[in-house]
C-alpha cells in the first residue's frame, strides 16, 4: 500500500474549511469529554472518602423520643425524653453481641444540613491565635473507643466524664490552632464570642460530616451535656465479627418501641448513604453526556470525511485508473483522518489543560488525571477511525472509469 500525502496537502488548499472543522470537532471533543470526566472523577472521589472510623463493626441507631408517657402526658416532657434516651441507651449495652455505645449529635450519615464553626485558639490574655472553620459535634467520653479512634494527645475522661466547655479536637483541627496535637492539650479555644472552651484530649482524624461539606476532618467533640434534641444518633460498636447478629438483636429489642415511635437501626456504611449515592449519580450524568458528545464528535466525523468523498470521486477514479488498489484509497483516508484527529487531539489537550485551571476554582482537589484525558484521546481515535472507515470503504468501491465521465 502506498501512501502520499501530496493529495492530503492539495486536500487541505482545496477544502480548508472542512479540514479545520474536523480538527476543531476533534479539539473540542477532546477538551469537553476530559473536562467532564475529570470534574466526575472528583465527585466520585470525593463522595468515597473513608470516614475515619471503623465502619466494619459500627451500627447506626437513631431513635425520635417524644417524652410522653403511656397515658400522653407531657408535663415534663424534657425529663421524659432524656429518660426515654438513657433507657435507650442501657437497652443496647445489655445486650451480649454489642461491645459499647456513644451518642452522637452528628455522623457522616446524616442526610440534614448543618452548619459549620469558626474555631479560634486563644493566647493566655484572651487574645486570638488562630482561626479554623470546623464542625462542633456533642458527644460522650465513650466516643473515642466505640469509634475506633486513637488518642493522639491527651486524657479522654471516664465515662461520667461529661463536663461542660472541655473538647477533644482532631489532630487535623489542633494542629491548625495550635501547631501541634500536643501544644492543643490544656489549651483554650472559642466557637463563638461567648463560649470559651478547653482542650482535653486529640484524637486521630474522623469525618462527621458528608465529604461535600469543606473542612471536613476538623472536628470539636463537645464532652458538655448536648442540647435538648427528640432525634438522637447512638453509634453501636458490635463485638468483633458479631455485627450481623448485633444488627439483628438490636432491631428486636426495639421492635416493640417501634410500634409507638421512629427507631431505625442499619449498618454504620458510608457507601449507603446519600451523598456516596450523589457523587456516583453525578459521576455517571457526567459520564453520560461525555459519552453523548462522543457520538457527536463520531458523527461529525462521519459527516465531514462523507463530504470529501463525495467532493473527491473523480480523483479517486483517476487514482484507480492509475494503479491505486483499493487498500490505497482506504488507507489515504485512514491518514487523512489520523493527521486530523492528531492535530485536533493536541489541540483538545491544551484546552483541557486551560479548562482544568479554571475548574480548580470550584473543584479544589481534583487532579489533572492523564489517564482520563489518555481515555478520552482513545476513545475518540476509536470514534474518529469508525467514522472514516465508512465512506472510505465507499470510496474504494469507485471504479476507475469514473475519472472518464467529466472528460
Known amino acids: 500500500m502506498n501512501l502520499d500525502v501530496g493529495p492530503l496537502l492539495r486536500t487541505l488548499r482545496r477544502q480548508p474549511g472542512v479540514m479545520a472543522l474536523f480538527v476543531l470537532e476533534i479539539a473540542a471533543g477532546v477538551a469537553t469529554i476530559s473536562s467532564l470526566l475529570i470534574s466526575g472523577s472528583w465527585y466520585l472521589q470525593l463522595?468515597?472518602?473513608?470516614?475515619?472510623?471503623?465502619?466494619?463493626?459500627?451500627?447506626?441507631?437513631?431513635?425520635?423520643?417524644?417524652?410522653r408517657g403511656p397515658g400522653g402526658n407531657d408535663a415534663d416532657l424534657e425529663a421524659g425524653i432524656y429518660s426515654q434516651q438513657t433507657a435507650d441507651r442501657d437497652r443496647i449495652r445489655a445486650l451480649p453481641e454489642v461491645q459499647g455505645v456513644t451518642q452522637l449529635?452528628?455522623?457522616?450519615?446524616?442526610?440534614?444540613?448543618?452548619?459549620?464553626?469558626?474555631?479560634?485558639?486563644l493566647r493566655s490574655d484572651g487574645t486570638r491565635r488562630a482561626q479554623k472553620v470546623g464542625w462542633g459535634v456533642y458527644a460522650d467520653p465513650e466516643f473515642p473507643a466505640v469509634l475506633g479512634l486513637p488518642l493522639v494527645a491527651g486524657a479522654v475522661p471516664g465515662p461520667?466524664?461529661?463536663?461542660?466547655?472541655t473538647v477533644?479536637?482532631?489532630?487535623?483541627?489542633?494542629?491548625?490552632?495550635?501547631g501541634s496535637a500536643a501544644g492543643a492539650v490544656g489549651a483554650t479555644l472559642s466557637s463563638h464570642p461567648d463560649e470559651t472552651l478547653t482542650v482535653v484530649g486529640v484524637v486521630e482524624n474522623v469525618r462527621m460530616r458528608a465529604p461535600f461539606m469543606p473542612a471536613g476532618q476538623s472536628v470539636a467533640f463537645h464532652l458538655g451535656v448536648p442540647p435538648l434534641d427528640h432525634e438522637v444518633r447512638l453509634i453501636v460498636r458490635a463485638r468483633s465479627g458479631q455485627r450481623e447478629a448485633a444488627l439483628a438483636a438490636l432491631r428486636a429489642a426495639f421492635a416493640p418501641a417501634a410500634t409507638r415511635r421512629f427507631v431505625q437501626v442499619r449498618s454504620f456504611d458510608s457507601s449507603d448513604s446519600i451523598h456516596h449515592r450523589v457523587g456516583n449519580g453525578l459521576?455517571?450524568?457526567?459520564?453520560?453526556?461525555?459519552?453523548?458528545?462522543?457520538?457527536?464528535?463520531?458523527?461529525?466525523?462521519?459527516?465531514?470525511?462523507?463530504?470529501?468523498?463525495?467532493?473527491?470521486?473523480?480523483?479517486?477514479?483517476?487514482?484507480?485508473?492509475l494503479g491505486a488498489t483499493r487498500a490505497d484509497i482506504v488507507g489515504y483516508f485512514l491518514l487523512e483522518s489520523i493527521l486530523a484527529t492528531t492535530l485536533g487531539s493536541a489541540l483538545g489537550v491544551v484546552g483541557?489543560?486551560?479548562?482544568?485551571?479554571?475548574m480548580r476554582r470550584v473543584f479544589a482537589d481534583s487532579t489533572f488525571d492523564l489517564r482520563l484525558i489518555g481515555l478520552t484521546l482513545l476513545l475518540l481515535w476509536v470514534a474518529s477511525i469508525l467514522a472514516t472507515l465508512i465512506p472510505a470503504l465507499r470510496a474504494a468501491r469507485v471504479s476507475p472509469g469514473v475519472a472518464n465521465r467529466s472528460l
Open 47 to 67: 463522595s468515597s472518602r473513608s470516614s475515619g472510623v471503623d465502619e466494619q463493626n459500627l451500627i447506626l441507631v437513631s431513635t425520635y423520643s417524644t417524652g
Open 160 to 165: 461520667d466524664g461529661r463536663a461542660p466547655g
Open 168 to 178: 477533644i479536637l482532631t489532630r487535623s483541627l489542633a494542629e491548625h490552632l495550635f
Open 283 to 321: 459521576f455517571k450524568l457526567l459520564a453520560s453526556f461525555g459519552v453523548m458528545l462522543g457520538i457527536v464528535v463520531l458523527l461529525g466525523a462521519l459527516a465531514a470525511t462523507s463530504f470529501l468523498v463525495a467532493q473527491r470521486t473523480r480523483q479517486i477514479g483517476i487514482r484507480r485508473a
Open 105 to 121: 449529635s452528628t455522623c457522616v450519615l446524616d442526610d440534614r444540613w448543618s452548619y459549620p464553626v469558626l474555631f479560634s485558639s
Open 352 to 358: 483541557a489543560a486551560v479548562l482544568y485551571r479554571m
